[in-house]
């Protein structure tokens, strides 16, 4: 897929605001920029937090969300607090596919705002393709179907190895869904009639990626993308480090890889989808922001090192890979990347 007109996002943005100014003259602009300064006022004043639900929806993902989803690895070991997760928000995630619930039941079945919990306090991960390089890291992209603040933006992690190396669980887990019918399990804000309407019609369901989603049992769900063949069916229990399947390039692929991605149900940030993918496909044009899996996943050993002890990274029964190279946890230059 060639690089496309950078600039439909915008142009969406500038119809909104006509529209607006059209509607409801000059006074909407006006509330509007009394709404944020009145915002700003608050939030420098540490009255409030920032979230997308604080102002009218849809909006661009705010600067400081893609800050945090796109944090490394460090900013997380300033933390030491305990993982605690409430009991009730994550039976729902098991038990619901809907995807638009930032709000759970309370303890007297209220239903209340609940966000993602920090991404610093998940523990228990694992390299999904153990000794894949990263082709493309998450974040600003210009060849991806996401953005983010109207920036083109990777919204997972790409590994490789070679086609037909076995792909693993990242962490423990209940398998929610698998194959290519997954949407209503990867967190779109949004009717997803539309677009299984006009793969119906067109029978393009086997021009999607094969996928496994996964509930990490922590208020996040894993995503697998790209299979060649999978071995584990919905509703099924899996530990981290557990076979799921073999590396494989179905979908919007160059090269065999795994797209690995992770969200929360419970995220208030959103994602944007590029318009041009939105009507060509007729998904929704949001869905629940993504975090950077290097948040969670451990530091990578050292090129030749053993595994730690008792660490779960230890080397798969797979063959080698074809060359030493692919033992370096290096970014690969661009041209080699195997695309989303
Ligand atoms: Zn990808």
Known sequence: MGPEPPDQPRRLGRDRARRGRLRSGITAGVRRHLTFVILGVLVAAGAIAVTPAL????????????????????????????????????AAASASPSMDQNQVPDSLGRQVPFDAPNPALLTGYVWPLPRGRITNPFGPDWYSDNTVGG????????????????IVAAHDGVVLAAGRKVDPWMGWIGSLAPSVARRDKYKLWGELPIVIVVDDGNGYRSIYAHFSKIAVKAGQTIRAGEFLGWEGRTGFATGCHLHYGLFSPYATDRFGLRADVVKRTKLPALEIARINPLLVLPPRPAPGASPAPGSSQAPSSSPNPPSGSALNPLVAPPDERPGR
Request: hydrophobic share 40%; net charge negative; charged share 10%.
């Open 55 to 90: 102002l009218t929806s849809p909006v661009p993902v705010p600067a400081g969300a893609v800050a945090q989803a796109t944090a490394t690895p460090a900013a997380q070991a300033q933390s030491s607090a305990p993982p605690t997760f409430p009991s009730a928000p994550l």
């Open 151 to 166: 920036v083109r933006f990777h919204d997972g992690l790409d590994l490789a190895t070679f086609c037909g190396d076995k």
